[in-house]
């Protein structure tokens, strides 16, 4: 065989602390390259044969290997191709010794797994020249395995996060939905139904009823701006201020001397306008109608705060909407709410429901909006309780086509049986 020219150089060797194997079966050729490199910087390691230099890389893996092709045995572009098939964490950068200068075999020994070739006679320039590019590469293809290191972990990590967010997310949606009215209320001829759907988890659509006097019911549906977690944990807070029968816990409530009443919507309006901006620092804000409903005379009074018109039906099937508007609570401090009134004869009711429904996306690029909403309502006009709010958002959903419903969707429908 033939060695390594006498040339000598003063380039500096790359600085690395590996091991590079010098892998031929001509003991005066390892040793040739061996005081060639004996300056290199490596932990330098020689095998005689290809079968001994892969046992050394299972036990030890090497940084670098130059192999000779032409071998006793199994030759240097087999034992490449079997070390490109071991399972190793760090990239062996192989170059190959051949006295093969055929492009066809050049051509395969890169495609066997090979990253360089010298052609022999060897220049020790060449030789440097080669590992210092090879040393190159290796820096690069360490530096791309630990950012991808970093990332796998980043992205496990995010996984787990995300797995933990989840299971909380729905543990939040089973206590949101517990404050939902799980049954209609009735009473004589009259029921209250009741139907929340969040887009998400959770929701910032909230809706219930409160006991005022004996034979009226207080009953109101909000919609925090917004979508998530923040819009959800506000309407905790504010379902909060309209529950329950004490006028301690409840503020549209208040005593007289008579006993328990409650206030007249607009006030109820007023005082949560003030407590809101007063007690909640938030950029939120939010809509709201809100009602009481004397079972007695079938009068609703309500306030409508920068909430969608309440849908009356008659008892001829005629829809019209009522109130007159407001703005929402939450951006004007001196806000003013005014009272609206409707009179529910046997056989009619009144729909108080979420923007999500009217904005609710139609094929062909519009919304259902209060005319497509009163179709609907006219066209199951047969349909009452719990059957006409599921008929409702069965529509729009196939609206949507099964996806994701945009926006919660809530509702509360009230109706005097006769």
Not at 144 to 155: G, H, M, P, V, W
Not at 368 to 378: F, H, K, M, Q, Y
Not at 395 to 409: A, F, I, K, N, W
Request: hydrophobic fraction near 40%; proline fraction near 5%.
């Amino acid at each position: 065989m033939t060695g390594i020219s006498s040339v000598h150089s003063t380039s500096v060797w790359p600085s690395a602390n590996g091991r590079l194997l010098v892998v031929d079966d001509s003991r005066l050729q390892r040793r040739i390259l061996l005081s060639a490199l004996s300056n290199s910087g490596y932990e330098l390691v020689e095998a005689a044969s290809a079968e001994e230099a892969l046992e050394i890389c299972r036990a030890a893996p090497p940084r670098i290997v130059i192999s000779d092709w032409m071998m006793p045995g199994m030759s240097g572009l087999d034992f490449c191709r079997i070390l490109r098939t071991m399972d190793d964490d760090s990239y062996i950068y192989f170059i190959i010794l051949t006295s093969k200068s055929d492009k066809e075999d050049l051509a395969l020994a890169l495609r066997e797994g090979a990253d360089d070739f010298l052609s022999k006679p060897l220049s020790g320039e060449e030789l440097r020249a080669r590992i210092a590019a090879g040393e190159r590469l290796l820096k690069v293809s360490g530096e791309l395995r630990e950012k991808n290191r970093i990332i796998s972990t980043t992205l496990e990590k995010v996984r787990d996060l995300n797995a933990a967010l989840d299971r909380d997310l729905v543990e939040a949606r089973k206590l949101q939905m517990s404050l939902v009215p799980r049954c209609p209320v009735e009473q004589g001829p009259w029921r209250i139904s009741f139907a929340l759907q969040p887009s998400g988890h959770v929701g910032g659509d909230m809706i219930g009823t409160f006991a005022t006097q004996p034979g009226r019911v207080g009953v109101y549906l909000l919609d925090v701006s917004g979508h998530g977690i923040a819009s959800a944990l506000i309407t905790a807070r504010l379902s909060s201020w309209l529950s329950g029968s004490d006028p301690e816990s409840n503020m549209a409530l208040t005593r007289t001397g008579a006993g328990v009443r409650m206030h007249s919507p607009d006030e109820v309006c007023r005082r949560l306008n003030t407590r809101f901006m007063g007690d909640i620092d938030t950029d939120h804000y939010f809509t709201i109608v809100l009602g009481e409903i004397d079972f007695a005379t079938g009068q609703f009074t309500f306030c409508q705060a920068g909430h969608p018109h309440p849908l009356f039906q008659g008892e001829g099937g005629e829809v019209s909407f009522q109130g007159a508007g407001g703005p929402p609570i939450g951006l004007l401090e001196d806000a003013d709410f005014a009272v609206g009134e409707v009179h529910l004869p046997p056989g009619s009711r009144i729909l108080l429901y979420s923007d999500g429904i009217t904005e609710c996306p139609d094929p062909g690029g519009g919304m259902l909006d209060e005319e497509g909403l009163a179709r609907l309502v006219r066209a199951r006009r047969a349909m009452g309780g719990q059957s006409l709010l599921s008929a409702i958002s069965w529509e729009l959903c196939t609206m949507v086509d099964d996806g994701e419903m945009p926006d919660d969707l809530s509702a509360v429908l009230i109706e005097h049986c006769g």
